[in-house]
């Protein structure tokens, strides 16, 4: 007997950003529960590629070809390609081939988020719909739009390989006594590199920056970087980090992730899971994850930061990453998903 399919569609899917990671972790968790899982994207490593889907997509998809790539979907988890107002056409399009379908629709940002985006409607719904969000801020914002959400937060690998801490900093050129400070986000404007380089400064650490410019914030990287006091480097180059992300958490002293916004904020849980100090910004739903119980210093805090870092305390560490086990574990991810498909009434196989 067949498998019943769940098809993932997003702009671009495969890659590094959050929403693609988080999308390859629920495709597991479907997967789990006994789906069979089909991506599809305007670009990316997928299983079905729609031109027209990307977000610079210079024409929108004809209709046909996004029919053809989710028709023979039992149920279809739109990752943020109705959520945030990149490429209109092309949402508009994958919402008319839903309507009274089942589909998931996954938000990880919304318009009114967006300084840029503010002035956009709301997500589209429809009675066959399920709307989840991945905190709790998002949920009530729907809600005052009218639109009923669940909340699945990002799940981790509380378990997952060690970084080799010594042969990264080798590959970077440091010695034992240098400090590093990492930043796992991309640059762009939200992202507030300049607080993470500050941060570095202070501490008279070498300043990583894991990952590219994006949304043309090329130029202004340059200029942060001719200005910078610390040492920068940029991307993970042909260190072991470009093949594993737990070895740029191992090679590094403290994670910093000064963001003004973000829909969730990855690294602070990563952060967490390899046992490393956090300095983070302000953005709002960091209050909401540090309700949990987390440890965290504030990313312009360098005086606790460096106390921290002359005498580590192995116990703070310890307790985030039993926060993260107890409440973020990639291993539930599947149970939460078969609740929220259940209260759908969407059949499991």
Known sequence: MARPVVAIVSFRLGGSDGVAVEARKWAGALSTLGFDVRTVAGEGPVDRIVPGLGIAAPEPPAPDAVRAALDDADIVVVENLCSLPLNEAAAAVVAHALRG?????????????????????????????????????????????????????????????????????????????????????????????????????ALGATFWLLGPAEDGFGPELERLVAAAGPPCILGPGATAAATGVEHAYAACDVVVLPSTWEGFGNPALESAVHRRPLAVGPYPVAAELAAFGFRWFAHDDAPGVGAFLDAPDASLLEHNHGTARRHFALDDLPHRLARVLDAAGWALP
Not at 131 to 143: I, K, W, Y
Not at 179 to 189: D, E, F, G, K, N
Request: charged share 20%.
């Open 101 to 201: 379908r089942p589909a998931l629709l996954h938000h990880h940002d919304l318009p009114w988020q967006r300084p840029q985006y503010a002035s956009h409607p709301p997500p589209p719904d429809d009675p066959t719909w399920v709307h989840v969000t991945v905190n709790d801020l998002s949920r009530r914002q729907l809600a005052h739009h009218g639109i009923a959400a669940t909340v699945v937060r990002n799940a981790f690998d509380v378990d997952g390989p060690a970084g080799d801490r010594a042969a990264t900093r080798r590959s970077l050129g440091l010695g034992p006594g240098d400090r590093l400070v990492l930043q796992p986000t991309r640059a762009i404007p939200r992202k507030n590199v300049a607080g993470g380089m500050a941060l570095a400064q």
